[in-house]
Structure formats: C-alpha cells, structure tokens
T-cell receptor, first 113, second 115 residues
Framework: EDKVVQSPLSLVVHEGDTVTLNCSYE??????LLWYKQEKKAPTFLFML????IEKKSGRLSSILDKKELFSILNITATQTGDSAIYLC?????????????FGTGTLLAVQP | KAGVTQTPRYLIKTRGQQVTLSCSPI?????VSWYQQTPGQGLQFLFE???????NKGNFPGRFSGRQFSNSRSEMNVSTLELGDSALYLC??????????????FGEGSWLTVV
C-alpha cells in the first residue's frame, strides 16, 4: 500500500530559527511530490518536485527531493509567526491518467515571537 | 484569475439526509478532484473528474458520488449521511491530468457537520 510519512508531527520554534520538515514515501511508480501550506483554509501550493537533487526555492522556503532514498525535505529559514501552519506533503503516482494525491498526516509548525 | 471556488462553505445536516457540494475550478482547468479531510485520517482522495469522466476513485462507500459538467464545474453528493461524514471537503483543480506531474490547486473547502 502506498504510504507517505511526515516528521516531526509537530514542532515549536522561535522567530528567526531555521526548520527542516521531512517527508518519506513508499509508493509504486512515483511521479511527483508536492508540498502545501495549510492555515485555516485552503492548502496553498508551495513546490512540486519531480527530479532528484534539484532544489526548488521561493523566498525563505526551499525543498529538495531524493528519489534514491525516497524522501524530501522542506526548509524554512528565518522563520516568522506567519509561517505557523500545517505543512502537507503529497505524492502523485503513475497508473493511468489521474491527479490522485497521497497525503502524509502533516507537520504542525508553531512559530513563537 | 479566480481560484478554486467551493460552495457552501459551512453547513450542518442531520443523519440520514443527503448533501450536495459544488466546486468551480480555476478558469481553463479541466481536472477536478475531491478530498475528505478529518483530524484522524488526514486528507483522503475521493475521486477525480476530467472532461466529465471519472478518472479515479478512492476507497469510499457508494454513498459518495460526484459528477462534472461540460463547463468543468463539479458536484459531489453524499447520501444517507452518517456522523463520521463530518469533515472538511476540499476540491482541487489542475489544467491537465496524468503526464509527468501537474500543479494542483485547492479551494477553501466546505465544512460539513452531521448531527
């Protein structure tokens, strides 16, 4: 059965800290991995990764995929209180023409002032 | 460009009733997927429609159904509601399906409470 596991489940940091969120997966026919940020509303798209070793970057956020070791990390540098949210990792697999995503349980990040 | 729009945003239903939720995807997007989000199970895939055809279906009972119209708008229906159906129902849209990976955007969801 396809599985996506995120760690840690939750963490509390102070403003200015750097955090690393982890996502590992065991799926058949991996296609892509996506990161989302969810506050009290819609999950907001952050990154889509398809190739190993190529870092995606957006401001203070960056992410990289390792298809050999089957994991991805999401880094947030110089954290701000506005980064407080649930960060979701999802994997898409080949197997027909479909956009089905398999989600991890998410990491709850709390950034204290 | 408007995002994914879901209606209604909040609703309360009684056990045994049925409910219909609506989703308008981003303009030009033809793929619409539905997910159920609960504290215990996280986000779980319900089904996906592309060009009015169901492309994939998750492991949910037949009480959960959906459809897509020619303008790509989609509806999902849950019949004979149970307390366990209380959840946030999220709609997601994408311009394509399949391929080598597609960016998928979510709406703000419909909060359903079954009492």
């Amino acid at each position: 059965e396809d599985k996506v596991v995120q760690s840690p489940l939750s963490l509390v940091v102070h403003e200015g800290d750097t955090v690393t969120l982890n996502c590992s997966y065991e799926v058949t026919n991996f296609r892509s991995l996506l990161w989302y940020k969810q506050e009290k509303k819609a999950p907001t798209f952050l990154f889509m990764l398809t190739s190993s070793g190529i870092e995606k970057k957006s401001g203070r956020l960056s992410s990289i995929l390792d298809k050999k070791e089957l994991f991805s990390i999401l880094n947030i540098t110089a954290t701000q209180t506005g980064d407080s949210a649930i960060y979701l990792c999802a994997v898409s697999t080949y197997g027909g023409a479909t956009n089905k995503l398999i989600f991890g349980t998410g990491t709850l990040l709390a950034v204290q002032p | 460009k408007a995002g994914v729009t879901q209606t209604p945003r909040y609703l309360i239903k009684t056990r045994g009733q049925q409910v219909t939720l609506s989703c308008s995807p981003i303009s030009g997007h033809r793929s619409v997927s539905w997910y159920q989000q609960t504290p215990g199970q996280g986000l779980q895939f319900l089904f996906e429609y592309f060009s009015e055809t169901q492309r994939n279906k998750g492991n949910f009972p037949g009480r959960f159904s959906g459809r897509q119209f020619s303008n790509s708008r989609s509806e999902m229906n849950v019949s004979t509601l149970e307390l366990g159906d209380s959840a946030l129902y999220l709609c997601a849209s994408s311009s394509r399906t399949g391929g080598n990976g597609n960016t998928i955007y979510f709406g703000e969801g419909s909060w359903l409470t079954v009492v």
